[in-house]
């Protein structure tokens, strides 16, 4: 768990990011030194304790199965890049 | 000049109708014009549209209709959803992005009567502690302009110091709203989470993500978190607990009320002027007749580890949505990855890089239990420290951040030491608490603002904020101006 260990083209893959072998080293660096102070985590005893996902404890908040207005088709393709016939275009995705 | 005034004030004017909104939204244009060149605190925004909600708020004031912030010019930070507006989130990522709707907190403004304009400048993806994280350019901070305004919402502290509108929202993650009204010398309300909903708000870490006001005084700030709070079916992390009337609760009476200490906030890199100004803010509550106590939260060094991993890990999964395929701008790929990567890539800044793959790292599999579960583990530590104080004290007080506003450049190269600014300001947002940061003091040369942070339990932001102002009223350094904005 040594915070050289990370493999930052790794996880830059993982994360969709690419990375100039230049950021990487930086990031390597950088990243070093941010998980060695996380580890400072290591020193108490967190037996027995429940995590905290969120600070307020709400439980299945759900709303009524009715139909409601949403946002228009043309307004929800507006931002896109690239899209035709009311759809976004993407890359061929199989052969 | 109008544009210095406060919401309260301006209210008081309008319904009296001695000004127009037209004339106080002329003054806060004016003042762009004359100061944003100096500390760029906006990013855009169209003033015609402005004029035309302050003369479609004039006709209402003139029929006699009433709503709390009618005819008042609001800015916000680039981070929220403002129908028909650009957000960009202070990336390049977003491209030439137009919001589609309104988020709940503006929709709420804009109910409220409130001119909604102008899109302030922040630290990329709310990814900073002192804006210089922008794509677009650091904002100055309105005292020294040499020096950062604070982070994420530098722009939303620096145009409410510099007057350049009467009011602004910003986002708080682990200090955003808290850190930048210290360094700017406003105040700055990060409401408890679940109390204004994010519906419309770019998600950062969802379990800490919350909205909030940046105002001239407390009393303002009272009005805001009125208007703005609420339960919303748009935003099933916000809580149905019912809206006191704020700013009714200011009433200056805090005899009796008891304010905790903590001791693990006496630290060593705390700046000496920071801590004789919250000493002098302690002597003075207790001059007002509330009694302070010390208290312990022991796990408050293990606060910006914890923040620095729950933080990461969501944003890692909350800005995988930012892939060049529905919105922003796109780089193509031979393949859809490809696409994704080279996107993200070139339209991600270092920052927002390096967070995601630290979040990603933490997240992967035989990191988890070691990293992001343990990370929550100490989280219920923080958290359960704050309540067990607040069984016995109605507020905390602290210095909202060991320095005063440093210089551009100082701290950007070492993110290490930029997440430990934050230091007093991140442990708030783990535990779910509401905390407002005020003016009390400045430095001497330099003149720089100091705050005042006081914490407040869940919901608790009533009494948080009658204490706060209880101080203000006593002191009066909220009124002080920057020589930038009294120049002009």
Redesign the interface.
Known sequence: ?AAAE?D?KY?????????TPD?EKK?AA??G???G??E???E?D?TN????????P?VN?T?ADELRPS?PHE??L?????QANGL?I????VE | MLNQLTVSELAAKLARREVSAREITQSCLNQIARVDGKIHAFLSHDAGDALAQADAADKELSGGVKKPLLGIPIAVKDVLAVKNQPLNCGSKIL????S??DATAVEKLKAAGAIVFGRLNMDEFAMGSSTENSAFGTTKNPWDTARIPGGSSGGSAAAVAADECIASLGSDTGGSIRQPAALCGCVGLKP???RISRYGLVAFAS?LDQIGPFTKDVRDAATLLGVLSGAD?RD??S?PVPVPDYAAALDGNIKGLKLGLPREYMIGGLDPEVKAAVDAAVKQYEKLGAEVVEISLP?T??A???Y??IATAEA?ANL?RF????????I???????????T???G?G?EV??R???G??VL?SG?YD??Y?????????I?NDFLKEFETVDAIVTPTTPTAAFKIGEKSDD??QM?LSDIFTISCN????CGVSVPCGFTRSPKLPIGLQLLGP?FGEARLLKLAQAYEQATGWHREKPPLTAGA
Do not use: C, W
């Open positions: 768990m990370i930052v996880v830059a893959h993982l994360a969709r990011v690419a990375l950021e990031l950088q990243l030194g941010i998980l102070y996380i400072k985590l290591r108490l967190v304790v429940e995590p905290t996902a969120h600070a307020v709400l908040v709303r946002l307004e929800a507006r931002n896109a890049p690239r976004f993407v890359p061929k995705i | 491209g030439q992005f137009i589609p709707y408890t989470y679940g379990s079916p099933a992390t809580v796990h060094d293990y910006v580890a914890t620095y991993i890692s995988a892939d060049g395929i529905r919105y922003g701008a796109r193509d790929g031979s393949d859809p990855i490809e696409l994704y990567a080279k993200r890539g070139a991600f270092p890089k390096r995601i793959i630290l990603t790292y992967s990191y070691a990293y579960l343990r990370a929550q583990k100490v989280r219920t530590l958290r993110p290490l997440y783990l535990a779910g608490i869940p």
